[in-house]
C-alpha cells in the first residue's frame, strides 16, 4: 500500500494540519510502510463478525435532569488564546 | 531508619509508620522533595513540581491524622501523569499545543486522591498525549531510566515509573491506552497495574483512544498497587462508561500466604515469538515454574489473533485519536499560532502545537477514517478486534489468570528506535491485546537481564479480575525478592 503526495496532501487537508515538505516525504514514506504492515489484517476473514466498538455492552445511561452550577465564565475564558466581551475571539469567518 | 531514606518506603510500610507516629507526613514529603531535587536533573521524571503545595496538604494530612483519622493514603506523597487534570496546576500532555493550559477542575481519579488525604508532588513526563513507549515523544524532555541513565524508561507513563523506581514518589497515577503502564513499569522494574476498562473513571483525563484509554497505578509492590486502585476505582457519574460496580477491598483481598493450589494460570504460545530478548522469555518461563511450585495449575492456552493485535490496535486508536485531537483548535484553550483565515489558523495552529508522532497518529487515523478506506481499515479493526476479544473470552474459561511477557525487550537506548516509528510500536506488541479487549493486566518484577536490566511479567485477568491477578501477583511477590531491588542512584 503506497500513498502518493496527493493522498497525504489530501489526509493532512482534512485533518486541519499544516505540513512542512519534508514532513510531507516524510509521513509519505512512514505512513507507507506502516499500512504495507497492515496488510496482514486482510488475510483475515471477518464478514460474518461484528465490530466490537466498545468492549461495554450498549446501553442508556441516564440521571436526574437537576440543575447544576456551570463552571464560571472567566475561569473557562482564562484559558483562551483570545477573548473579547466574554466571548472565545475567533478570526472572522465571514468576509 | 534516619529521615533522609524516608523515600525508600512501600506505601503500606510509611502508612504504618506514619500511624505509629514515627514521623510526619510533613518530613516524609521534605524526604521526597530532597530526593526529587537530588535526582531528578538526571532522571527528568516530572515536568511540573508542587513543592509549596505538596507541603501545605502534608500538614493538612498531619493535622488530620492529629484528630484520630486514619486512612491507608493520608500523607503519603504520590506523582501524577501530565495527561490527568489538576486544578490550578499546568495540565500539558507533554504537549507544546497545551504547554500554558491550567485546568480549573481536577479529574476524578486525582479528586479521589486529595480526598483520601494524598500529598501530590507534581506532574510527571509522558510522550505527547500518551502517544509513545518511551517518553522520547515529549515536547519538553525525555525521561532517563533510573536503572541506566542511557536508557529509556519505556513510555508513555515513563515519567511516573521512573519517579516510583527512583524513590521520586511513593506511587504514581499513569494511564495505559496499549500499554503505556505496565511497558513502562516492567522497563524501570516496579508494578504497573491497568484495570478493567470502566473500572477508574476517565472523567479529567484528556482523550486519546476513548474506547481504550484507563487511568492506571504505579507502584513499588503489589500491596501497594491494591491500596491506590481502591481509591480511584468506581462509578462516577461523569464518564458514562465507568462501571457501577462496587469496589471491592483490594488489599485484604490478597490474602495472606503465597498458596495458589487450584488456581489456574494459563500461558499463551503466542507470547514467545522470534525477534524477542532470550531473556525476556526464559525469565518468564522461570517465573512460571514458581508459580506451580506454589501449586498453581498451569497450561499452554492459544490466543489465535494475536498477531493481528498491533494492525488492529494502530488502526482504531489514531482513528480515535483523530477525532479526539480535532479540538485542538487555537479557539478555546491551547496554543493558536495566526495562519490568516480560520482554516489556515486551525492549520497553522496544529501544524505548530502537535509533535511528530502525534501528527502522524491523526494522519493514519484520519486515513482509516476517510472515504473509500473506512472499512477496508477502521471497520475491519473493528471485526478484528471482536476476534482478539472472544480469543480472551475463550482462554479464560479455561484458566483463571494468563502470564506472559510484558515486553520484547528491556529498556533499550535513547535514540535507538526514534526513526522507525514501526519498530518502536513493536514494543507494544505483548500490551495492546488487553486494551482491545477491555480486560485488566499489570506487570510486576520478575528478574534482569545480563546488563542488569528489569524485566516484567505480565498477569492478565478478565473484566473486573483485579482480585484474581493481584493474588497470583502478591504471592509471587512473597516468593521472590525481586520487588525490593533498587536502581543503583
Known sequence: MKLSQEEVEHIAE?????LSDEERVLYQEQLSAILEHFERLQELDTDPIPPTASVLPLRSVMRADEPRSPFPREDILANAPAAEGGCFKVPAVLE | MATSVLYQLTIHEAHERLAAGEFTAVELTEAV????LALDNDVKAYLTLMPEEALAQARAADERRAVGEETPLLGIPLAIKDVLCTKDVPTTCGSRILENFIPPYDSTAVARLKVAGAVILGKTNL???AMGSSTENSAFFTTHNPWDLSRVPGGSSGGSAAAVAAGECLGALGTDTGGSVRQPASLCGV?????TYGRVSRYGLVAFASSLDQIGVLTKDITDAAILLEVIAGHDPRDSTSMDVPVPDYNNGLGKGTDLQRVRIGVPKEYFVEGMQPEAETTVCAAVDVLAGLGAEVQEVSLPHTGY?????YLIAPAEASANLARYDGVRYGL???GGGLIETYKATRGQGFGPEVKRRIMLGTYALSAGYYDAYYLKA???RTLIKADFDAAFEQVDVIVAPVSPTTA???GEKTGDPLQMYLSDVFTLSVNLAGICGLSLPCGFDAGGLPIGLQVMGPALGEERILRVAYAYEQATDWHTRRPPL
Request: glycine share 4%.
Open chain 2, 33 to 36: 522533595l530532597e530526593r526529587i
Open chain 2, 191 to 195: 508494578v504497573g497495574l491497568k484495570p
Open chain 2, 127 to 129: 510522550d505527547e498525549f
Open chain 2, 382 to 384: 473493528q471485526k478484528a
Open chain 2, 336 to 338: 493558536r499560532v495566526d
Open chain 1, 14 to 18: 482534512l485533518a486541519r494540519l499544516a
Open chain 2, 309 to 313: 493485535a498491533l494492525p488492529v490496535y
Open chain 2, 412 to 414: 533499550f537506548r535513547i
